[in-house]
């Protein structure tokens, strides 16, 4: 039974039934081990993890005698039928007898039974699903973004990826910078938390530099992964370079579904060589994969190309940033205004962000001449005129925060640390965050139990060409 004939309680009964047939048939088939259930997976991987020897039939039956007895407490009579039928194995006749009925009358009993007993497990059910979806939910950073803005055809392209259980292993969505694949990522993402297609969801950020700014190798740039995903999947354990603990990871992938989503990949030396080794790491667990960079040599990948917003959806999107960030004036824009926008940024979502954040202090026809005077034409030098502009109409306390953020802009930053490298004052320094964060400089990472903040690849890059000059 698929997970969507929850919603047929028909079908669900039909189910409970074949379960409660068999309950004795220690040969039965998964279907009637109600294999299709949360409530019995998860107790399977308790019983495995307690090392235990796995009693499939023993699971169900717990889980149908646990269910009958919360129907006992509602209709006796109603338990003691089913209890009898398929528990003790009597026919009709002899349940009518030891309750002095019908053998009609006990036919209508079990019918009502059968429903009841389907619906205390169905509810248990859902409220299970409820609290895991909560769960994987609770594992995902912040959505860095409101409401997304187009892209219709291409997110179903890669939910329907994900949702396949044949070859689409690993999965890349490849655009240049700003234009939302980590959106894209983050959507498609949440929207397979209903489906709990996968037992687990761990989110990686690539960083391909170190700390002083120098350039990692494709090697050690998976190494770093690798311990954020070992880390991640087991916070006591730290994987270290021997092949037992490597082993060990290949392992838990391999036996139990996981999406493992691996952010913010920019070259295609590092990309190429990250598709190539999370090849042994699939089936049944996946890879969805954003980058920069579309390697011509790869292993079997899905890619998906992701291309820049359409006019309405530039309009769109447009409008509600200018109305999220307090700008209501400009959210009435004419549409002349936004094709002006639109024919500077070619409809990138980050762009167009930014150029509306710029709002917030320059007047807006300002902004277009200016951006049509310094806009020469690749997208870096349109975003160093963007950035530049942002930057000189910052706060001093906003400019040191940014500026000290590429320490951080690989994995991001908890307040305590943002303050300390910064050396703001309290009172100083949320005012400066609330500012960088109304500019689309600063990006909210980590969970809801371990909020970080960072900024992105390409802030990060102007921050150290133009302004402290890193490399």
Not at 59 to 69: H, K, Q, R, V, Y
């Amino acid at each position: 039974m698929s997970q969507m004939s929850l919603v047929d309680l028909d079908e669900f009964q039909i189910a409970i039934h074949g379960a409660l047939t068999t309950w004795g048939d220690l040969g039965s088939s998964d279907d009637d081990l109600l294999s299709f259930l949360l409530l019995v997976q998860e107790k399977r991987t308790e019983t495995e993890n307690k090392g235990s020897v796995l009693d499939k039939r023993r699971i169900t039956n717990d889980i149908l005698l646990s269910a009958l007895e919360e129907l006992e407490e509602q209709s006796q009579t109603e338990a003691a039928v089913l209890r009898a039928r398929f528990l003790e194995g009597e026919i009709i006749r002899q349940v009518a007898q030891r309750q002095h009925a019908s053998t009609d009358q006990v036919n209508r009993w079990q019918k009502t039974a059968i429903r009841n007993l389907s619906l205390i497990i169905l509810s248990r059910e859902l409220v299970l699903r409820e609290q895991r979806r909560q769960e994987l939910e609770a594992m995902l950073p912040p959505s860095p973004y409101v409401q997304l803005f187009g892209f219709e055809s291409t997110r179903q392209e890669v939910i329907d990826l994900l949702r396949r259980s044949d070859d689409s292993w690993i999965v890349a969505i490849v655009g240049i910078g700003g234009i939302g694949k980590t959106s894209l990522a983050d959507f498609a993402t949440r929207q397979l938390l209903n489906d709990l297609v996968f037992e687990n969801i761990v989110w990686l950020r690539a960083n391909e530099r170190s700390l002083s700014g120098a350039t990692l190798s494709p090697e050690q740039c998976y190494e770093h992964l690798l311990l954020d995903l070992a880390e991640k999947i087991w916070p006591e354990f730290s994987l270290s370079a021997t092949g037992a603990e490597r082993d060990r990871l290949r392992r838990v992938l391999k036996k139990r579904p996981h999406l493992i989503i691996i952010d913010n990949l920019e070259t295609e030396e590092n990309t190429a060589f990250v598709l190539e080794q999370v090849q042994e790491l699939t089936e049944p667990s996946k890879f969805l994969i954003t980058s920069r960079a579309r390697p011509t040599l790869s292993p079997a990948v899905h890619f998906v190309s992701l291309e820049e917003l359409s006019l309405p959806d530039t309009s769109d999107l447009f409008r509600h940033h200018a109305k999220t960030i307090g700008l209501i004036e400009l959210s009435h824009a004419s549409e002349g205004e936004i094709k002006a926008v639109y024919s500077l940024t070619g409809g990138n979502p980050l762009a167009i962000k930014l150029v509306v954040s710029l709002a917030a202090v320059l007047p807006f026809p300002q902004i277009l001449n200016d951006l049509t005077r310094n806009h020469s034409g690749p997208i870096e030098e349109m975003y160093r005129f963007i950035y530049l502009e942002s930057w000189r109409l910052l706060s001093a306390e906003a400019q040191a925060l940014l500026q000290a953020m590429p320490l951080v802009a690989g994995a991001g930053a908890k307040p305590e640390q943002m303050q300390a490298i910064s050396q703001l004052s309290s009172d100083d320094f949320w005012p400066a965050v609330t500012e960088l964060a109304a500019r689309s400089l600063l990006e909210v990472r980590g969970t809801i139990h371990d909020r970080r903040y960072g900024i992105h690849r390409l802030t990060d890059t102007f921050l150290r060409t133009e302004i402290i000059y890193w490399p």
